[in-house]
């Protein structure tokens, strides 16, 4: 059984709203070549991907006819299907027309320039190298990112996106090759079998009763065998970590998914990971890896039952060596967290999820003012919870975590510093309040003694989000932190080193009309600035893509690489070494 994700396969009303870009330089060359895994274990080609869609319409004209083919389903589950696809229809996608998309949910806005999707690109070889790129850097850097298979029909915010990996691997004497791929979620297989999105898109779509209604909707695809959820329905595409021989991508609606870079720096999914059957909940997309113990340290959060968290380690050979509930009074959003070297540092913000916000017309994701944001503090050694306490810090909501550390005060109260950056209005991200955004990197002092706090902005007048320290210090006490320059938001033009001893900047610039994202941090040496740095940038003027190298110390490019295909604005990335690569399972 075979299902073409051609455009073909969604309504002709659909398809013509759509404006589409040319298929890049090298697309033509590689079109028979693009696999895709089925649920049935079978491979499905793939003939043509959709065209790159830069800026689908904000809603589809209605009546919209899905025509989604369900060879497998008996005749009463076909009449079932046919049914509900006509609700969607007649229904859904009217009530969700009512209502004009926030620019957060507007198709037309989050998917449009480099932020639309790509076509999967299998292994390029021979890339052109400018400079000379450093022996200590011979591996693989993966970048993860939103990538939607099909044109939304309603709202997309750009957390729903399907995950797609970009990989750059880097050889002896400047060899370089570029591949990416889709992360073969359960969610997206299922997806690409039936020719057309499905599953509900958490953010763009669960808005009010049009939201109910989707899921109500789904529930019923469900439960007549035409869609199954049982085996999970997250997208992967937040974050990678690579841990006990495996590359992982995250995100926060689900579990991690294994990934195998092959030989050939190509890609493949194993598929769904519950670290050998030990955990069966979602982890959030940023787990911490202790530089000293090399344990991992993760989170997971649950919006429908109490106690809202769990908080989840595992040794160097992937054993589960804690897993531990925290209650919370409300689910909240914890996009992120910090290790210090005797503590778990647990942010409870003003992000929280309220799904009878639903009932009420709105969205489960809210900010609530009302709410006193919070850090916990939780014992590594802690196997049950009961040592955690907490500090208040009002008005503070850091959708990141760039490092902590403990002190001693002169009077001799101990004291966790955390490093993050602070993001007003905290709901940013979410929704459309006309504010400005500011996102300031910011010191925050907690004392455990007294349970006072108290915070210091670092950099003023300069958006800085999506970056790190480096790793190998990660718990300690750093001095330099390297992050993207998000201006003008949302896009990035630059990376900025911050000394946070005395506030200085050092900034390297992409140059106008070029913007990039998160800059990661690859060690070399025992110095904490000793190493390089290194991300995708593109340039939107000329209409090329780079992946560019640039020494830390001085913050000077060494080297830049010219890619084959156009790579959209993405999120979280790592590095795998050439000794971990052959260490992969």
Known sequence: MQHSLRSDLLPPETSSRFRFLPQSKHINNIKSRLLINNPFKKTTKLPDFPPLLISPATSPPSPVKLKPTHHYLNPLQNLAAFMLDKIESSLVVPMEKTHPLPKPTDPSIQLSGNFAPVNECPVQNGLEVVGHI??????????????????????????????????????????????????????????????????????????????????????????????????????????????????????????????????????????????????????????????????????????????????????????????????????????????????????????????????RGGSPVIYDREKMSRFGFLSKQDPTGSSISWVDVPDCFCFHLWNAWEEITEDGDPVVVVIG???????????????????????????????????????????????????????????????????????????AKVDLENGTVTEFKYGPGRFGGEPYFVSEGEGEDEGYVMGFVRDEERDESEFVVVEASDMKQVAAVQLPERVPYGFHGTFVSENQLKEQV
């Open 134 to 359: 450093p022996p200590c850097l011979r591996g693989v850097y993966v970048r993860n990112g939103a990538n939607p298979m099909f044109p939304p029909l309603g709202g997309h915010h750009l957390f729903d996106g399907d995950g797609m990996i970009h990989a750059v691997s880097i050889g002896s004497d400047n060899r370089v090759s570029y591949s990416c791929r889709y992360t073969k979620t359960n969610r997206l297989v299922q997806e690409a079998e039936l020719g057309r999105s499905v599953f509900p898109k958490p953010i763009g779509e669960l808005h009010g009763h049009s939201g109910l209604a989707r899921l109500a909707l789904f529930a019923a695809r469900a439960e007549i065998g035409l869609v199954d959820a049982t085996h999970g329905m997250g997208v992967a595409n937040a974050g990678v970590v690579y841990f006990n021989g495996r590359l992982l991508a995250m995100s926060e609606d689900d579990l991690p998914y294994h990934v195998k870079i092959n030989g050939h720096g190509d890609l493949e999914t194993i598929g769904r990971f519950r670290f050998d059957e030990q955990i069966d909940c979602p982890v959030i997309a940023h787990p911490k890896m202790d530089p000293t113990t090399r344990d991992l340290h993760t989170l997971s959060y649950n919006v429908l039952k109490k106690p809202h968290l769990k908080y989840l380690k595992f040794d160097t050979c992937g054993k589960k060596t804690r897993d531990v509930d925290i209650t919370l009074e409300q689910p909240t959003m914890i996009h992120d967290f910090a290790i210090t070297e005797n503590f778990v540092v647990i942010p409870d913000q003003q992000m929280v999820f309220k799904l009878s916000e639903m009932i």
């Open 421 to 495: 950056s602070c993001m007003n209005p905290p709901d940013t991200i979410f929704s459309e309040s006309g504010e400005p955004t500011r996102i300031e990197l910011t010191e925050i002092r907690l004392n455990l003694r007294t349970k006072e706090s108290n915070r210091n902005v670092i950099i003023t007048g300069m958006n800085l989000e999506a970056g790190q320290v480096n790793q190998n210090f990660l718990g300690q006490k750093t001095r330099f932190v390297y992050l993207a320059i998000a201006d003008p938001w949302p896009r990035c033009s630059g990376i």
